[in-house]
């Protein structure tokens, strides 16, 4: 098993008057299995662009993350959608955005989904299995 | 503008090519290149016996589709049992145990999409604390 150690840093000066910055960190110990940095080009149907197995109780770290561009290199501002497998929407990234979640199946067997909202659009995305309450 | 900018690093000794992942976006309205303005930001604290809630920040009014949103949620359990599921109106999406955070863009547009907890396993009871960013509602008249 390995560490795997997740840090969100989130700051604006200007939002507020009082400047927002926090930094939160984890340490996941993390097992098989997992699919590292990898990249996909996504199309419109969400059933093609299975990222996470569905599985029905594996606690499974996701990153996505929206390169902004089609291919790696011609630029798109189309949105990309995470869904569960069977088309359940949690959210939209935009180019450049990232989302970091802990899916669980819990029960229910479903695995992680992306689909464009139109065109293609090259993501990246890794994920990883818990070690704790599988 | 406001610019709010939120930052992923990973790391892991994992395997022998360790990663290192460095992700920043600039967290902006839907559809244009200002900033998110409106940031929510605050603590609770959900029981077991308490069952399945929408919390604080769970059911936002006045939003209509294509609107953004993110939301960062931690459970700041010390139970490494503790943990909280995390439900979109009826399905669950996942958990986060004792110490565990999530990102995530949140489409916050109807019933359906309203954000639902509750603390596991039995006589478990899990402190949490949220922030939520996203575009101005619409105010209301006053009553």
């Given at each position: 098993?390995?560490?795997?150690t997740p840090t969100l840093t ?13 930094s939160?960190t ?72 990232w989302?970091w ?34 | ?6 930052t992923l690093s990973l790391s892991s ?6 990663i290192s992942i460095s992700a920043s ?119």
């Open positions: 098993m390995a560490t795997l989130l700051t604006s000066t200007d939002a507020t008057t009082d400047q927002l910055a926090f939160v984890d340490s996941l110990t993390v097992k098989a299995p997992s699919q590292g940095l990898s990249t996909i080009i996504v199309d419109t149907t969400g059933a093609n662009n299975i990222i996470v197995p569905a599985n029905a109780d594996k606690q499974t770290w996701v990153y996505v993350r929206h390169t902004g561009t089609t291919d790696g290199s011609t630029t798109t501002t189309q949105h990309c959608d995470i869904e569960l497998t069977g088309d359940v929407a949690i959210g939209t990234l935009k180019a450049n955005e989302f979640f802990p899916h669980c199946g819990n029960g229910g067997s479903t695995g992680v989904q992306l689909q464009s909202v139109s065109g293609s659009i090259q993501m990246e995305y890794g994920y990883w299995s818990d070690s704790t309450a599988q | 503008m406001a610019t709010t900018t939120a000794d994992m395997l022998s090519s360790p976006s600039t967290l902006m309205k839907a559809g244009v290149t200002e900033g998110l303005e409106l940031i929510e930001m605050g603590r609770g604290t959900i029981a077991e016996t308490d069952g399945s809630k929408t919390a604080e920040f769970g059911l936002p009014t006045a939003l209509g589709e294509d609107k953004a949103a993110k939301l960062f949620l931690v459970n700041k359990a010390t139970d490494p049992t503790y943990y909280i599921d995390i439900d979109l109106h009826d399905t669950n999406i996942g958990r986060l145990y004792a110490g565990d955070w999530m990102f995530i863009p949140w489409g916050m547009n109807d019933t359906a999409s309203e954000l639902v907890i509750e603390a596991e396993p039995s006589g478990a009871t899990c402190p949490y604390e949220f922030v939520l960013l996203q575009e101005p509602q619409t105010l209301e008249a006053h009553s």
